[in-house]
């Protein structure tokens, strides 16, 4: 096992055991190894899923702490890492759908969070965005037909907007 999935793990033993500071630290410490392989080799889409999935977890910790501000940050820097590297290119082709899958596993945690929590409207746009590529990418994602009226539209439990 990599040292990075070790404290994958240690930091998902600690969040089930409620011991947040314990399970932010070894998140944190899992995207930094994470992000420092993946930048030496930038077509694996194994180091990259992970990168998003360390990420995803910090967001969940935070939100489980309700810190939506700094939950949506670790949503939405994967989101954005994507978007950036699709746009670059200079990607080996075998690279391009893996990199279209990231995507969708970014945008869609996004469109959950925008459920629960107040977003800007700068914010929803590009979440807008983000549905209306899914929709038309993948026609059968029941996601966006259950909670199409909803993004946005729920108050946060501290009633602020999300940036």
């Not at 889409?45 to 939506?68: S, T, V």
């Not at 990607?91 to 969708?104: D, H, I, M, T, Y």
């Not at 038309?136 to 907007?161: F, K």
Request: proline letters at 5%; aromatic letters at 12%.
């Amino acid at each position: 096992m990599n040292q990075w999935q070790q404290k994958l793990h240690q930091g998902n033993v600690n969040f089930h055991q409620c011991k947040w500071r314990s399970a932010e630290t070894a998140y944190l410490d899992a995207a930094r190894m994470l992000e420092h392989e993946w930048f030496k080799d930038l077509d694996n889409p194994q180091l990259m899923m992970a990168w998003i999935a360390a990420m995803h977890n910090l967001a969940a910790l935070y939100e489980n702490q309700k810190i939506p501000q700094k939950a949506s940050e670790f949503l939405v820097f994967p989101y954005r890492r994507i978007i950036t590297l699709i746009k670059s290119g200079g990607l080996s082709e075998a690279f391009k759908p893996p990199l279209f899958k990231a995507l969708k596993c970014t945008v869609i945690p996004l469109l959950e969070f925008s459920t629960k929590h107040r977003i800007c409207k700068c914010c929803q746009h590009y979440l807008d965005e983000a549905k209306e590529w899914l929709s038309l990418s993948w026609p059968d994602l029941q996601y966006l037909h259950r909670n199409q009226n909803h993004i946005g539209n729920q108050s946060s439990p501290t009633d602020r907007t999300i940036h």
